[in-house]
C-alpha cells in the first residue's frame, strides 16, 4: 500500500499564497515624490495595484494554469511565488513553511526545489556560455560535492531528455532555433529535478508549428517526474491540453478557479464566461458571444467593490461597494461574485 497517500505532507497543497498584493511605486524615490500644492510641500505617491488579495492553493502532481488578459497579474503572481520579488502583503507558503521572508541562503534549498522557465527562450540563455556550462551551472551550485563526471553525466541525461543531442554542448545558445533554445531552458530547470515548475508563457513566443511539440516535452517531464506546474498563459486552448485546474485572473484578483472540464464546461463567473464565450467552437449549442463593455481600468485606481463591476452586466450596488471574496462552489470549484453567491446567476 501507499503510506504517503493518506501522509499530512500528501495532503497539504505544495503552494499556498495567502492575500498576496504587490504595489509598485510609480513615484520614485522620496524627493521625487514631494510636490507644492497650495504653498505647501506634499507627498505624492502612485503605486501600480499589479495583484491585489491573491490567495491560491497548488496541490502536488496538478498543472495549475493562470489565464487572463495582459496586464492583470500573471507573471507578478509567478515571480512572487519564485521569490524573485517580494509581495506588499500576505504570505506565500512552500511545502508547509512560509518562503516570502526567507534570506538568499534560507532560501537556497527551495530555489533547486522550484524552477522557472520564462516567455522568451532568446533572453534567458547567456550568450557568453555553452550549453554545456549552461546546465552545468545549476548542478553545481546545487550539489557541490558532485564529482565532474557525475555533473557531465547529469548534464548528457537531461539533454537527451528534451531532444537535444548530448554532442551540442560546447555550441553557444545563438546556434540554435527558438524552440531548441527553450528546449534548452526546459533542460536547465529540469538538471536539479525540481519538483515544482512556474512556467511563464512558455512557448508563446515559438513558432506556432512548435508550440505542440514544446508543451508535450513538458507534459512527458511532468508524468515521468510527477512534477507540479503553476502555467501562465493567455491561450485557452492550451488551458484545455494542458491544466489541471485553471485559475481566471482579472485586474489583479483570481475571480474563479475550477476543475479544467468544469471552468470549460460551466463557467460561473461573468469575466470567465465572456472568456469563454470568445472560444470558437465546431459544435456551437452555446450562448452568443458575450461582447464586454468598456476598458479594463487601470492599476493605478482601482475600482471600489469587484474590480469587473465597470464591465459586468449583473453588476448592482451591492458589487460597487464590496469585495467579492473567493467562495466555493458546489461543483469543485471557487468564485468570487456576489451574484453568484445571491443565486441570481447560476
Ligand atoms: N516592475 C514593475 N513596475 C511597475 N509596474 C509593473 C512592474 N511589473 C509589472 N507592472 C504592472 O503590473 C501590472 C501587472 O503586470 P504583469 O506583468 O504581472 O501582467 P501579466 O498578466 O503578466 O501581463 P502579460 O499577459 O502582458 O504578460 C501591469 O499593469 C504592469 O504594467
Ligand atoms: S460581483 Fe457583481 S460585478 Fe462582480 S462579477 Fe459578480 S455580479 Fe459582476
Ligand atoms: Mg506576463
Redesign the pocket.
Known sequence: MNSTATSPEASRPLLTLKGIE?R???SGDFLEQLQFKGGKLVRHQEH????NGVDLDIQRGEALCVV????????????TVMGL?TPSAGEVHYDGERIDNLSTKQLLPYRRRMQMIF?NPYASLNPRMTIQQTLEEPIRLHHPDWSNQAVKDKVSEVMTSVGISADWGPRYGHEFSGGQRQRIAIARALAVDPEFIVA??PISALDVSIQAQVLNLLMEAQQRSNLTYLF?T?DLAVVEHFGTRVAV?YL?RVCEVAPTATLFSRPRHPYTQALMSAIPRLEDDRPQHIRLEGEVP???NLPSGCVFHGRCPHADERCRQEIPALIATDDGGQVACHAVEEGRIG
Do not use: N
Not at 48 to 51: D, E, F, L, P, S
Not at 68 to 79: D, N, Q
Open positions: 504587490k509598485f511605486s510609480l501600480v495595484h499589479a495583484i487572463g488578459e495582459s496586464g492583470c497579474g500573471k507573471s507578478t503572481v509567478a515571480r520579488i516567455q511563464d508563457e501562465i493567455h485572473m489583479g487601470t492599476p493605478v
